[in-house]
């Protein structure tokens, strides 16, 4: 998982530490103790995945902070893979989170074993998603490969008919062309 970017998101040094020991060696780890160092190094860095703490400064023991940072990274980048990690760990904030967008959601003390797999498991996840974009991008491309456009902006937009799948014309209504070979 080398080149896989992490950045951890806590209050607490002691725990940003020890999570960062325990996961350097399968990612490149970033760390923040509040939202405007976690904005920062989301937006200047891009991770694969955060892993978030809900309770942050000012209100450390109230998931509010970490609800709106959750929010704001989503809006920041809407594919973005957020696992929450916290203290704040009733059903009623796990709902929220998942309900805002996160991926995951592990109570504290977490088990850094069952973080590992689930942070496997969703940079798999991620990797899959990444993939499935580039081919739809790619299929949206494509779609658009041998279309001629006629009328007010056929200086801008004609191609060349060349021989190949069929081909769209545009001249006040839409025809189908199909290539038709010569037959002797």
């Known amino acids: 998982m080398t080149n896989t970017t992490l950045l951890i998101v806590e209050d607490d040094e002691d725990i940003r530490t020890q ?107 991620a990797e899959l998603e990444r993939e499935y974009r580039a081919l739809q991008q790619n299929q949206r491309v494509d779609s658009f490969d041998g279309m001629i456009v006629k009328g007010a902006f056929s200086g801008v937009f004609a191609l060349p008919q060349v021989p190949g799948p069929p081909q769209v014309m545009v001249d006040k209504e839409v025809r189908f062309s199909f290539p038709v070979k010569a037959v002797q």
Do not use: H
């Open 19 to 125: 999570m960062k020991w325990a996961l350097a060696a399968d990612y490149e780890v970033l760390m923040a103790g509040d939202r405007a160092g976690a904005v920062t190094a989301f937006t200047a860095n891009r991770p694969t995945v955060t892993v978030l703490d809900l309770g942050l400064p000012p209100r450390p023991n109230e998931p509010e902070e970490g609800l709106a940072l959750l929010s704001e990274l989503l809006t920041l980048d809407s594919t973005a893979n957020v696992i929450i990690v916290s203290g704040q760990g009733d059903k009623q904030n796990a709902l929220r989170a998942v309900g805002a967008g996160a991926y995951d959601f592990l109570c504290k003390p977490v088990d850094i074993d069952e973080l590992k797999l689930v942070l496997q498991r969703c940079v798999y996840v």
